[in-house]
């Protein structure tokens, strides 16, 4: 992919600025996409690349600035005339039907659908073309993560777009669906398609991207080629400030804190995964990580850890004490406390203050309520602890969850899990849809409590924070999770596969 | 063009002012419909929110019917509210508030004419057994069958009034009675009368029970674990279960609450204002105490302003048809008004109103 300068520009963004109460989303920003070319936008959570992508898919208009799109001004005012301008897009949380099939979901996205067996003709040939094979009859319930973007894909490609926009998309793929994504995104700049490529991941766009714009705080600080720079170097960029990895310190392996055997549990989600006889077990000062693409169990595996679901006699132990008849609260005494992936509604709940969310889970170990009765001065200073320890951005306790930003929330969330003195913590993505900087305060909160003495089982779908903060490494697919083994000398190859490759995705283009 | 714009936490002071906000439009849309029938709309406000209290004439007949009619309405409704914040939905408070009444009259009947002063608390204990049990039944269902409560208690409100009937027919009817349905008069009997504890103001016990609730609800909500995971399983209710909040054991214990005070509702009044069992004993108020819970924002105190404010309505609509002639209908569509502006003000809590035509992101 040479000679980028004789490609003619295809969307130029200039001065764009757009406010919302009280934040500054997008401010002055220019960049430009030439035809063809895949150009990563790189920035942590807040930085406003999702307002600038909305703004280009016509889903929000700026306050000031202009784009013009193949030299002609361009100003949509909904989706709809942004599609009909060639911009096509695939977010981060897709929508779709589960109860309805590939065809129809895909008709469901379009101004006038063609009849649906046609449809289903045109789905099959675009998917041939491209390597994404998908079956337009198969329920979507029925599919993976991984399919399920497919589709997404599937209904942009269809439309023929001269611009791609593609939201985090890897986040929810295997290594191997990953390489085989990218095939698909190369052969598209190849004709002449040009992507725009939001990310954090700094690897990924190292190996994808042509041109990259790195935001900040919604300003651009930087344009760059990726290839010729380190991916530490762009996270700096990004972050504005040196990086420190997390640091472990040395720990003594202790005696068995959890022991899981023979875990099976129904899901109680429609279309979730059921697990299957789950069996592992974590040392205290040990940090074992459970990798997975997303929908493959790892909702229910906290369900069943945190004694949200029930589970059967003898399938869980904490110290050698039996505990799969107990609730949440017997577990919570019995040592054991949990973060649930989803921060609010299941983790905390969204219109109740930081006091409120701090009893919420910590009522039973921290002694916060005596006779029935809330001892609310007991509860709040342990609300103002964990704002203070973890460095909560809040203007105080008495604020609803919800107006925190995700990464603080987060912070708040885990903070006030491992402000408990747990023996055995269970975390389901810790540092998801959180800023770099506020990530590795957690991280590095982890291993401290690790190095503390506690056991701690981290699921995530992220293989860079697993690789970094975990011990031992396990992968759950379809409900089923592999023997753990020793993150030392694991190659991303044995992790893909792990994790179960590629879901029949190389058959795809061996054949091309 | 009007937008609205979601606020980034409740406002406080709008979560105060929609109520009143809500009864100043509803005099207005009501004073309009008024002046449309007819009736001059000053006079017809002014009989229904004034006169019942302050008219020389009327109020010594009406203003002790204010705590009477108010009683049982804040008694059923902080019950109920309790079960709507947990997102239990108990319509059926009707039903339990007839077999409270029926067990409680049951128990005296029985014992009659036995004079003890331990008749009346008894009589008390098995009208809240009633309701609670009345309530029980679709609180099982749910639990066991995951059947809708909504259906379940609204259906049983025709079964008891049945069973209503066939007592005031059969079994309670009043051997001295002439043959006329209805049993014995309980307001006439000493050991089981509700009487009028201070003369002139209406006030039974039934309204000091209620008044007792309404404390109890305060603190429960406020200081109380249970009233934390209720709020928090009607707001969040996977963030209840991950609190350890067994929903089932809401459910049983918001239903049983809220169907044991419909029962002493109907035991206190069946024993005072109505004094016996009839076949037209139960007027309603579990149906209105639904309204009033809400008109109350779910709020333990607000109740208590929003059952008088209900009972003065009732009231005044009385009055008003009676002096004006206002034909009943237009009252009832004046208390709807009520309702209906309470919840249509109720947004402006959550969102602001933004004016302009600006798009904003979805």
Known sequence: MTGQTTRPELLAVSGVTKAYPG?????????????????????????????????????VKPDSGSMRLSGAAYAPNEPRQARSSGVAMVFQHFSLFEALSVAENVA????????LRDLAGRIRKVSEEYGLPLD?????????????????????????????IMDEPTSVLTPQEVEILFKTLRQLSAEGTAILYISHKLEE?????????????????????????????????????????????????????????????????????????????VAKG??????????????????????????????????????????????????????????????????MSLVE?????????QGLVKNGFIDWPATRSFAEGIVKD???????????????????????????????????????????????????????????????????????????????IADNFAALNEGRLTPPRPVAGLTIDEIGLMMGGAHGMEVAHHAH | MLRLEKRPSPSRFWQAATPILAVILTMIAGGIMFALLGKNPVEAIRTIFWDPLFDPQYAAYSRPQLLVKAGPLILIATGLSLGFRAGIWNIGAEGQYIMGAVFGAGVGLALYPVETRWIFPLMILAGIFGGWLWAMIPAILKTRFRTNEILVSLLLVYVAQYILAAMALGPMRNPEGGGFPGSRNLSQIPSMANPELIAGTGLHWGVVAAIGVVIAAYVLLQRHILGFQIKLAGQAPRAARFAGVSPE???????????????????????????????????GYGFTAIIVAFLGRLNPLGILLAGLLMALTYIGGELASFILGLPSAAIQAFQGMLLFFLLAVDLLTNFRIRFGSKKEAI
């Open chain 1, 205 to 281: 766009i190292r190996a994808l991207c042509d041109e990259a714009t790195i935001l900040r705080r919604g300003k651009v600080v930087a344009t760059c080629t990726p290839r010729d720079r380190s991916a530490r170097e762009m996270a700096e960029l990004m972050v504005g400030a040196t990086l420190t990895p997390p640091e472990r310190g040395a720990k003594a392996k202790g005696e068995t804190a959890l022991q899981v055997s023979g875990l099976s549990v129904a899901s109680p989600i429609p279309f979730g995964t059921s697990l299957k006889n789950i069996g592992f077990s």
């Open chain 1, 136 to 164: 337009p009859d198969r329920m979507v319930g029925d599919l993976s993560a991984g399919e399920r973007q497919r589709v997404e894909i599937i209904r942009c490609l269809l439309q023929d777009p001269k611009l791609l």
């Open chain 1, 23 to 59: 934040v500054v989303a997008n401010s002055d920003v220019s960049f430009s996409i030439k035809e063809g070319e895949v150009h990563a936008l790189l920035g942590e959570n807040g930085a406003g690349k999702s307002t600038l992508v909305k703004m280009i898919y016509g889903l």
């Open chain 1, 390 to 468: 973890f460095d909560v951005r809040t203007p105080g306790t008495h604020v609803a969850a919800r107006a925190l930003s995700g990464g603080n929330l987060q912070k708040f969330v885990v903070g006030r899990e491992l402000s408990q003195a747990p023996t055995v913590i269970v975390i389901n993505q810790p540092t998801w849809g959180v800023d770099a900087a506020a990530a590795a305060a957690i991280r590095q909160a982890i291993l401290d409590r690790a190095a503390q003495g506690a056991a701690v089982v981290v699921i995530s779908q992220d293989l860079d924070e697993l690789l970094e």
């Open chain 1, 108 to 115: 469901l996205g379009m101004e006038n659908p063609p009849k």
């Open chain 1, 286 to 351: 040990e940090v074992l990580g459970i990798a997975g693409v997303a929908g493959n169990g790892q909702d229910e595996l906290l369900l069943a850890l945190s004694g949200e679901l029930r589970t059967a006699a003898g399938t869980l132990s904490i110290d050698g004490k039996d505990v799969s008849a107990l609730g949440p609260n017997d577990r919570r005494r019995a040592g054991l406390v949990a973060a649930p992936e989803e921060r609010l509604g299941h983790a905390a709940a969204p219109d």
């Open chain 1, 357 to 365: 969310n701090a009893l919420l889970s910590g009522a039973t170990r």
């Open chain 2, 249 to 283: 054991r809401l459910v049983i214990l918001c239903m049983g609450i809220s169907g044991g005070l419909a029962g002493a509702a109907g035991l206190f009044e069946v024993t005072g204002p109505a004094g016996q069992i009839s076949i037209d004993f139960n007027t």
